[in-house]
Nanobody, 121 residues
Framework: QVQLVESGGGEVQAGESLRLSCAASGLTFTNYVMTWFRQAPGKERELTAAISWSGFTRYADSVKGRFTISRDNVKNTVSLQMNRLRPEDTAVYFC???????????????RGQGTQVTVSS
């Protein structure tokens, strides 16, 4: 059974940082592109960051330069370092896994339950 479990969400002030982590189990981790999505109330789901098994990354324009995605293929974890947070970053953040090599696809094979990030001004 595949499980993706996020942690690290919370409430911060604008300009502060948070680090999200996602622990994956039940899958061959290196077969999957790992991604972070976010969804804010009343807004469409947004693909935020993606990382291939070998470490290639891509980011949404809205977070480029502020967020960094990384993965540990030994520990089967993926992280999202979020710096200089803004109120508009407030959302539920989901970790997701998609088989294959295509980096920027807004879909998944498996997804975690999500963790809330709230940024106050």
């Amino acid at each position: 059974q595949v499980q993706l479990v996020e942690s690290g969400g919370g409430e911060v002030q604008a300009g502060e940082s948070l680090r999200l982590s996602c622990a994956a189990s039940g899958l061959t981790f290196t077969n999957y592109v790992m991604t972070w999505f976010r969804q804010a109330p009343g807004k469409e789901r947004e693909l935020t960051a993606a990382i291939s098994w070998s470490g290639f990354t891509r980011y949404a324009d809205s977070v480029k330069g502020r967020f960094t995605i990384s993965r540990d293929n030994v520990k089967n974890t993926v992280s999202l370092q979020m710096n200089r947070l803004r109120p508009e970053d407030t959302a539920v953040y989901f970790c997701a896994a998609r088989a294959g090599n295509t980096l920027w696809v807004s879909s998944w094979d498996f997804r975690g339950q999500g963790t809330q990030v709230t940024v106050s001004s």
